[in-house]
C-alpha cells in the first residue's frame, strides 16, 4: 500500500477523530506551541523527502500546521525534523507535550521496508540562534515515544483515528535556548501538535500579601518566596509560601494586617469609609461611629466626641462617648448629737456610664460669717468622703451646737474632662448637744497600802461644760462581779479603804447635760505590799530599776542563744530547732516545734507577716508560666536579692480582682510554709503583699510533679533510686507529724522533684469538706482530693490525723513503685470506698520489692492505731538502703481475698467469651493482636504468661505489661479460689 499524507490527513481532521486537543494550564508558560501558528512553521526536515509539514484543520476546524512521514515501503529511513530555537526565557526545565497519530504496521500490507512504531525525540542547548546549520551527532536524546493506540486500515474505513498525547520533561537547562527534533526510523507517524512549556508558581496574594511569578529549580526542594504586603498594611508574621516543582504554592505562613483606619476588601486594603472607624490594625471591617460621636472623614482611626461629649484615656475606641452625670437628688440628713447620716438618691442622668462614684465635701458655717471654710479636726466619715459607690455616709465626730453644710458631687469617668459648672447638692444641719468623749488619759499619782490617788486629763471634745465624772473601780479577781463607783467634781480622785498588795481595774467616764459619755478603757492600779507608801517621782525611781533589771534579764537571754547559736547550736546538728518565732502570743522555745494554725490570728496579717519574709517585687524577673492554679498563674522566674546569687524560684501569683476572703486563703499557705524548715518540705522564699499582683515565691523544683515525672520515665530508675525518693518524702512526712500538722493531701501529685531527684512534700493549708455525693471528693479551696487517698476513718468520721496521712503515704508508695499509675485504675469513688471497707487493698506493683509491699500494707490497716509512724517508716527505709539483698525478693499476688485488687475485669474475668474481650475491657487493644497471633485464644493460657514471654512476642511497652500482669493475679486467685466477691 501506498501511505499518502493525504490519506492520514483526511482522516485525522475529520469530525469523527478519537481525542482533542486541549488548552493548558494557568501555571504552565508556553515556548514553543505549533498550533497557535497559522502560517508555515519553517521548521527543517533532514532529508528533504522525509517529514512533511502540511496544512489541516483541529476538530474545531480552526487551520494547524502538521508534520508527517511515512515512508514504511523504503529500507533504513532516517528522517529527522528540527524546530527553530527556542529561548528558554527563565526556565530550568522543560516540559515537551506531543500530539500525534500512529499507525499500526500490521495494518499496512506489503511492507517493502522494516516498519516502526515508535519515533525518537532529541534536543540540543546553544547560546545562540544557529540558523539552518544542522549536526545531527550534537543532538541529546529524551525519549523514544510509542503510541498508547496506533490506528489501522478499518480504523482508515471507519474514519476513526486516535490521538495520542505524550509529556516528556527535558533539564535542567542552563544556555539561553534550545532545539528539538524528532527522529523517524520508519514509522508512519503523523505528529499533530508540539507545545514546549515550563511551570510556574503565578502571581497571587494570600493573607494581604503578594507572591511575584516564582518558577520552581530543577530540585525536588520546595522554593521559599517572601512576600510583600498590599498597600495600607503591615507585617504581622512576615508572609512566606513555597512553589513546588509542579507551579503550585504551598504552605502559606504569616499574614498581613490592615493598618489603622483600613479595612480588608477583596486582596487589598481600602480606607475606611466616612461614619466609620478603626483604631488598631487588624482584618476586622471598619467599624460604625458608636453613640454620640462621629467621623466626617475617610480613612478615620477613632470617632470625636460631639460637643459636651467626651471619652475617657481608659475607654476604648468602640465605647460611646459619655457625660457627666447631674447632681444627687433627695437628700435626707439623720442627726444623731454630734454625727449625721447622710442618704441621697442616684442622678437622674448619669451621664451614659456606670462608674459614677460620689465626694461629699463638709464646711462648717459659723453665724455671721458669709462664707465657710473646711471643716477641721478629727471629723469621720464612714465608709470615706471621696469614691463612695453606695448613696450615703456617716460623718462623725462634729462639734455640738454647730452648722455644717455638706455639698455631694457625682462623678464618673469623663467628669474631670468638661469645664462646666459642677453641679452639687446641698444640705445645712445643726448638730445637737453631745455627750463628751471617753477619757484617754488616767495617771497614778500616790499609791498605799489602803489607798490609790489618780488623776486625769479632760476629754478631747467635752462637748459642753462637764458637771461631773463617774469612777468606777473593782478588783481584777472579780471580774466586774462586785464594784465601786465614786463621783469627782474634779479631774482627781483618791481612793480609800482598799486591800493592801491587790490589783484594781478603773474606769471613768465624763457627764454633761447631754448625759454620761463613753467609758475609758480599763486602768489597772496595785496597792502597796506594806505601810509605806509611794509618790510618782519615787514610782518613776522604781520603775527605771526594774526596768533595767528586765533590759538585764533579756541581754542574758540574747546573748545564750547566740552563743548557742554559733557555738554548736547550728542546724546541721539542730536541724529542727533554727528558728524561734512567735505563734499567738507564746514564744516556742529551741527543741520545741509546734505549728501554729494562722487561721487562729485575729488578723490573719499578722500570721503572714511573723512567718514569711516580705520581698522587695523588683528583685523578682518573671521568665514564663508554667500552669494554672485556683488563685491565679505558676509562673517560672529569678530572685536577685541585694547581696546573693540569683536563684531560680516558682512563683505562684494571685489574680487580679481578688476580694479579700481569697487574698487570705491565697496567703495562709505561705502562713504554713513560712512556719517549715526541712530539706524535703519545699521551702518558702517570700511573699509579696504590697505590690500587685500578690505573690507566694517557693524554691523552684525543675522536674515538677513526681506522678507526671514517673510517667515521663517509666522504669528508667533503680530499685534503691525509689527507695531514696520515698525516704526523702516519709523524712519530709515525720517533720510535718513531729509539728503538730496533719497534711490531709499527701499524694504523688503534690510532691515536687528537683534536679537531683530530691523529692519535697508541697500543697499545705487547704481545708477539706465531704459533700454528700457518694462520686466526690474532699471538696477544698485548691481543688478535689480524690477518694482513693483517704483513710477510711476520714472518710467516714472526717477524723484527720498523723495516721491518715500514713495510709496516704502507702498510697504513694504504690504510686511510686507503679511509676505514676492512677490508684484502683478505673473504679469509680464508690466503689474504691465500699472495696477499702470491706478489706480489699491494691496489689503490689509489677516487680515491687516485697518488703515496700509489706511497707503499703502496714500503712493500710483499718485500725489507725496499728499503722506505722513516719519515725518507723524512716527508719525501716535507712535499713532497706543500707542492706539492698533485702529489695531482691519480690511480692507475690496476696492469695487471701482481704489483699486482692478490687477490679472489676479481674473479678469477672470468667465471665468473657474469648480472650480478645478481655484485652478489650483491660484497655489493651494494641496488644490483642500480638495475643491472638501468638496463640494465646484463651484465658487459662494467658494465666500462665510470664514477662519475659510478653517480650517475645511483642508486648515490651511497660504499661500494658503491668495492667495485664495485674489482671492475671486476679486471674489466678480466680482459678483457685473462685470468683471474687466486688
Not at 505601810?531 to 514610782?539: G, L, Q
Not at 491518715?804 to 504510686?815: L, R
Request: net charge neutral.
Amino acid at each position: 500500500m501506498d501511505c499518502k499524507p493525504s490519506v492520514l490527513l483526511l482522516f485525522l481532521f475529520s469530525p469523527v477523530c478519537q481525542g482533542h486537543l486541549t488548552s493548558h494550564h494557568s501555571n504552565e508558560v508556553n515556548l514553543l506551541d505549533s498550533k497557535a501558528s497559522q502560517g508555515e512553521l519553517g521548521w527543517i526536515s533532514y532529508p528533504s523527502h522525509g517529514w512533511e509539514e502540511i496544512s489541516g484543520v483541529d476538530e474545531h476546524y480552526t487551520p494547524i500546521r502538521t508534520f508527517q512521514v511515512c515512508n514504511v515501503m523504503e529500507y533504513s529511513q532516517n528522517n529527522w525534523l528540527r524546530t527553530n530555537w527556542i529561548p528558554r526565557n527563565s526556565a530550568q526545565k522543560i516540559y515537551v507535550e506531543l500530539k500525534f497519530t500512529l499507525r499500526d504496521c500490521n495494518s499496512i500490507p506489503l511492507v517493502l521496508g522494516t516498519c516502526k512504531e515508535t519515533f525518537n525525540l532529541y534536543y540540543m542547548e546553544t547560546e545562540e540562534d544557529q540558523g539552518d546549520q544542522f549536526w545531527e551527532h550534537q543532538f541529546s536524546k529524551i525519549d523514544t515515544i510509542a503510541a498508547d493506540e496506533s490506528f489501522t486500515q478499518t480504523d482508515l474505513g471507519d474514519r476513526i483515528l486516535k490521538l495520542n498525547t505524550e509529556v516528556r520533561e527535558v533539564g535542567p537547562v542552563a544556555q539561553k535556548g534550545f532545539y528539538l527534533a524528532f527522529q523517524d526510523v520508519g514509522a508512519c507517524v503523523a505528529l499533530v501538535t508540539v507545545r514546549v512549556y515550563f511551570k510556574k508558581c503565578p502571581f497571587t496574594v494570600r493573607n494581604l500579601a503578594t507572591f511575584p511569578d516564582t518558577v520552581p529549580t530543577d530540585s525536588q526542594a520546595l522554593v521559599e518566596v517572601r512576600g510583600s504586603c498590599v498597600n495600607n498594611s503591615r507585617e504581622a508574621e512576615p508572609p512566606r509560601m513555597y512553589c513546588s516543582t509542579e507551579g503550585e504554592w504551598l504552605v502559606p505562613i504569616g499574614k498581613c494586617l490592615c493598618d489603622v483606619a483600613h479595612e480588608p476588601r477583596g486582596v487589598t486594603c481600602q480606607v475606611c469609609r466616612p461614619g466609620f472607624y478603626k483604631s488598631s490594625p487588624g482584618n476586622l471591617r471598619c467599624s460604625k461611629c458608636p453613640p454620640h460621636s462621629h467621623a466626617h472623614q475617610e480613612g478615620s482611626a477613632h470617632c470625636s466626641c460631639e460637643k459636651n461629649y467626651f471619652r475617657s484615656e481608659a475607654d476604648p475606641s468602640s465605647m460611646a462617648c459619655t457625660r457627666p452625670p447631674s447632681s444627687p437628688r433627695n437628700v435626707i440628713s439623720v442627726i444623731n448629737e454630734t454625727s449625721v447620716i447622710l442618704d441621697w438618691s442616684w442622678p437622674a442622668d448619669s451621664g451614659g456610664r456606670k462608674d459614677v462614684t460620689f465626694n461629699v465635701v463638709c464646711k462648717r458655717c459659723s453665724a455671721g460669717q458669709r462664707k465657710c471654710e473646711a471643716c477641721r479636726g478629727a471629723v469621720r466619715f464612714l465608709p470615706r468622703p471621696a469614691g463612695l459607690s453606695n448613696t450615703t455616709v456617716t460623718v462623725a465626730d462634729l462639734l455640738a451646737h454647730t452648722n455644717y453644710t455638706f455639698e455631694i458631687e457625682a462623678l464618673n469617668g469623663v467628669s474631670a474632662l468638661s469645664s462646666e459648672p459642677r453641679q452639687f447638692a446641698t444640705v445645712t444641719i445643726t448638730t445637737n448637744q453631745a455627750a463628751p468623749s471617753p477619757v484617754a488619759v488616767i495617771r497614778k499619782d500616790r499609791t498605799s497600802r489602803n489607798s490609790i490617788s489618780l488623776s486625769w486629763l479632760e476629754p478631747e471634745r467635752p462637748n459642753g461644760i462637764i458637771l461631773d465624772y463617774e469612777v468606777k473601780f473593782y478588783e481584777k479577781q472579780e471580774q466586774e462581779t462586785s464594784y465601786t463607783i465614786l463621783r469627782a467634781k474634779g479631774t482627781n480622785v483618791t481612793l480609800n479603804g482598799l486591800k493592801p498588795d491587790t490589783i484594781y481595774l478603773l474606769q471613768i467616764r465624763a457627764r454633761t447635760a447631754a448625759g454620761y459619755g463613753g467609758s475609758s478603757r480599763k486602768f489597772e492600779f496595785e496597792t502597796s505590799p506594806d505601810s509605806f507608801s509611794i509618790s510618782s517621782e519615787n514610782s518613776q525611781v522604781v520603775l527605771v530599776a526594774i526596768s533595767s533589771a528586765v533590759a538585764i534579764i533579756l541581754l542574758s537571754v540574747v546573748v545564750y542563744l547566740l552563743l548557742g547559736r554559733f557555738c554548736g547550736y547550728s542546724k546541721s546538728k539542730h536541724p529542727d530547732e533554727k528558728r524561734l518565732p512567735f505563734g499567738n502570743g507564746h514564744l516556742r522555745l529551741p527543741g520545741i516545734r509546734t505549728y501554729v494554725d494562722p487561721h487562729t490570728y485575729e488578723d490573719p496579717t499578722q500570721a503572714i507577716h511573723e512567718f514569711a519574709r516580705e520581698l522587695d517585687a523588683s528583685c523578682i524577673a518573671i521568665d514564663k508560666v508554667v500552669g494554672a492554679g485556683e488563685f491565679g498563674e505558676v509562673c517560672s522566674g529569678r530572685l536577685k536579692q541585694p547581696s546573693k546569687k540569683e536563684t531560680c524560684v516558682a512563683i505562684k501569683t494571685l489574680k487580679s480582682g481578688y476580694t479579700e476572703t481569697q487574698r487570705r486563703d491565697f496567703l495562709s499557705e505561705a502562713s504554713i510554709m513560712g512556719q517549715f524548715d526541712h530539706p524535703n518540705i519545699i521551702r518558702l522564699e517570700g511573699v509579696v503583699t504590697r505590690n500587685k499582683p500578690v505573690m507566694i515565691v517557693t524554691e523552684y523544683m525543675e522536674n515538677g510533679s513526681l506522678d507526671c515525672f514517673l510517667r515521663r520515665h517509666d522504669a528508667q530508675f533503680t530499685v534503691i533510686q525509689l527507695v531514696g525518693m520515698l525516704r526523702g518524702i516519709a523524712s519530709g512526712m515525720k517533720y510535718l507529724s513531729d509539728m503538730g500538722y496533719v497534711h490531709r493531701d499527701l499524694a504523688a501529685r503534690n510532691i515536687l522533684v528537683n534536679s537531683n531527684l530530691v523529692c519535697k512534700v508541697s500543697d499545705f493549708g487547704l481545708s477539706r469538706v465531704l459533700e454528700d455525693d457518694p462520686e466526690a471528693a474532699y471538696t477544698t479551696r485548691g481543688g478535689k482530693i480524690p477518694i482513693r487517698w483517704t483513710a477510711p476513718e476520714a472518710i467516714a468520721y472526717r477524723k484527720f490525723t498523723s495516721a491518715s496521712d500514713a495510709w496516704s503515704y502507702g498510697i504513694v508508695v504504690w504510686e511510686v513503685m507503679s511509676y505514676g499509675e492512677r490508684p484502683y485504675w478505673e473504679m469509680s469513688n464508690q466503689d474504691v470506698i465500699k472495696a477499702v471497707d470491706e478489706g480489699y487493698r491494691l496489689p503490689p506493683p509489677m516487680d515491687c520489692p516485697a518488703a515496700l509491699y509489706q511497707l503499703m500494707l502496714d500503712c493500710w490497716q483499718k485500725d489507725r492505731n496499728n499503722r506505722p509512724k513516719f519515725d518507723q517508716i524512716v527508719s525501716l527505709l535507712d535499713k532497706l538502703i543500707r542492706n539492698p539483698s533485702s529489695l531482691k525478693i519480690i511480692a507475690n499476688a496476696p492469695s487471701s481475698p482481704e489483699n486482692m485488687l478490687l477490679d472489676r475485669t479481674g473479678a469477672d474475668i470468667a465471665t468473657f467469651c474469648s480472650m480478645g474481650d478481655w484485652l478489650e475491657s483491660m484497655h489493651t487493644l494494641s496488644c490483642k493482636d500480638i495475643f491472638n497471633g501468638a496463640s494465646y485464644s484463651s484465658c487459662n493460657t494467658l494465666a500462665k504468661t510470664s514477662t519475659e514471654d510478653f517480650k517475645q512476642v511483642g508486648v515490651t511497652i511497660l504499661g500494658p505489661q503491668k495492667k495485664i500482669v495485674s489482671s492475671i493475679t486476679a486471674l489466678e486467685t480466680h482459678a483457685k479460689n473462685g470468683p471474687v466477691p466486688v
